[in-house]
T-cell receptor, first 117, second 112 residues
């Protein structure tokens, strides 16, 4: 079974600085997606960024970028120029792209990010 | 489009009561699913459906039933609520297996 591990239960960053959230995963599949979701206090689940395993180029969305290391099964999220609105719980998630289970997401336990003014 | 709509937003039940959490999507998505979120556990899949009339179990299905009679609706039933089912429940849908999940805003359920 696939597992997703977020080793940092909590992180903090100063406003305008950069922070990196870690995520590792375990899978024997070669075709899959990885995601980072943000959950602010409003409870809404917001997709931040996604990476397809077959794409070697790291995904980027504005101030958010990933460092995808397929061989190491690592998928970290970098937030540049942190803003107060980035404070949230962040979840790393995995989805297989083959077979009958290819809709299901497996989530890590989350990292709570605090942004200090 | 409303996206994924969950009702109610909050619910308190007594042990042994039954209830249905409603989920509806207006995006004609084939795939729908239910997750529960508990502190320190992330989100865990309860049940999912890949189309009308098709449902399957996820990681934590015990104590929950689902049905999918239409593409739009995917209700989650608790037949006899237990305190262990106190959680936040999310419904999510996806157009294809390569599309991102769209989440509802969640239902906070407390069982006393």
């Amino acid at each position: 079974a696939q597992t997703v591990t977020q080793s940092q239960p909590e992180m903090s960053v100063q406003e305008a600085e950069t922070v990196t959230l870690s995520c590792t995963y375990d899978t024997s599949e070669s075709d899959y997606y990885l995601f980072w979701y943000k959950q602010p206090p409003s409870r809404q689940m917001i997709l931040v960024i996604r990476q397809e395993a077959y794409k070697q180029q790291n995904a980027t969305e504005n101030r958010f970028s990933v460092n995808f290391q397929k061989a190491a099964k690592s998928f970290s999220l970098k937030i540049s120029d942190s803003q107060l609105g980035d404070a949230a719980m962040y979840f790393c998630a995995y989805r297989m792209n083959s077979g009958g289970s290819n809709y299901k997401l497996t989530f890590g336990k989350g990292t709570l990010l605090t942004v200090n003014p | 489009n409303a996206g994924v709509t969950q009702t109610p937003k909050f619910q308190v039940l007594k042990t042994g009561q039954s209830m249905t959490l409603q989920c509806a999507q207006d995006m004609n998505h084939e795939y729908m699913s239910w997750y529960r979120q508990d502190p320190g556990m992330g989100l865990r899949l309860i049940h999912y459906s890949v189309g009308a009339g098709i449902t399957d179990q996820g990681e934590v299905p015990n104590g929950y039933n689902v049905s999918r009679s239409t593409t739009e609706d995917f209700p989650l039933r608790l037949l006899s609520a237990a305190p262990s089912q106190t959680s936040v429940y999310f419904c999510a849908s996806s157009r294809t297996n390569r599309s991102p999940l769209h989440f509802g805003n969640g239902t906070r359920l407390t069982v006393t």
